[in-house]
T-cell receptor
Framework: DTGVSQNPRHKITKRGQNVTFRCDPISEHNRLYWYRQTLGQGPEFLTYFQNEAQLEKSRLLSDRFSAERPKGSFSTLEIQRTEQGDSAMYLC?????????????FGPGTRLTVT | DQQVKQNSPSLSVQEGRISILNCDYTNSMFDYFLWYKKYPAEGPTFLISISSIKDKNEDGRFTVFLNKSAKHLSLHIVPSQPGDSAVYFCAASIQGGSEKLVFGKGMKLTVNP
């Protein structure tokens, strides 16, 4: 069990550029989540996949954000035309969604800095 | 509106003593609660969880208590160890849908040797 992995771990980009992050969940988990964490705050939900279907998106996810999970395996989160306010830690989590345990397991995160 | 609140930003305890971390929530629909520990530059690590049908769950040195009427939960760590020093997040979810987690702002625990 290799856990949840995320790449890259750090990304520095200039305002207006596009960035893409990747998440590889725990292999047997069919649920995948993206969260964003800013300084002094807890993680905030962005979007949720069950297998390849994106079933829920937060209002935080503006039109510049898009997420995919082709074939229900890894997921990508793309931010277009980045803004300084997008600077944050982007966290991916996965879960089996099976009772009685519903815990989500997090990856190490991708820290985005927009200059 | 903060649905999950951790009102104390930090706690300092001596090694070997009990650490008590508190969390309050406002949404009565929450029925599953979790505690995560986070070290700098790492993702949150799951510690322990509790369903709303229980009022206590124990795992080794960690015990979570749930008081539904008060919409309050607490995490007890006994005995506290220096390696427990981290930021602790309380989270809540509603089962049956996406089960997305709603987090508090976190509390920094420092365990002094």
């Amino acid at each position: 069990d290799t856990g949840v992995s995320q790449n890259p771990r750090h990304k520095i980009t200039k305002r207006g550029q596009n960035v893409t992050f990747r998440c590889d969940p725990i292999s047997e988990h069919n649920r995948l989540y993206w969260y964003r964490q800013t300084l002094g705050q807890g993680p905030e939900f962005l979007t949720y996949f069950q297998n390849e279907a994106q079933l829920e998106k937060s209002r935080l996810l503006s039109d510049r954000f898009s997420a995919e999970r082709p074939k229900g395996s890894f997921s990508t989160l793309e931010i277009q035309r980045t803004e300084q306010g997008d600077s944050a830690m982007y966290l991916c989590a996965s879960s089996s969604g099976l009772a009685p345990s519903y815990e989500q397991y997090f990856g190490p995160g991708t820290r985005l800095t927009v200059t | 509106d903060q649905q999950v609140k951790q009102n104390s930003p930090s706690l300092s305890v001596q090694e070997g003593r009990i650490s008590i971390l508190n969390c309050d929530y406002t949404n009565s629909m929450f029925d599953y609660f979790l505690w995560y520990k986070k070290y700098p530059a790492e993702g949150p690590t799951f510690l322990i969880s509790i369903s709303s049908i229980k009022d206590k769950n124990e795992d080794g040195r960690f015990t979570v208590f749930l008081n539904k009427s008060a919409k309050h939960l607490s995490l007890h760590i006994v005995p506290s160890q220096p390696g427990d020093s981290a930021v602790y997040f309380c989270a809540a979810s509603i089962q049956g849908g996406s089960e997305k987690l709603v987090f508090g702002k976190g509390m920094k625990l420092t365990v002094n040797p």
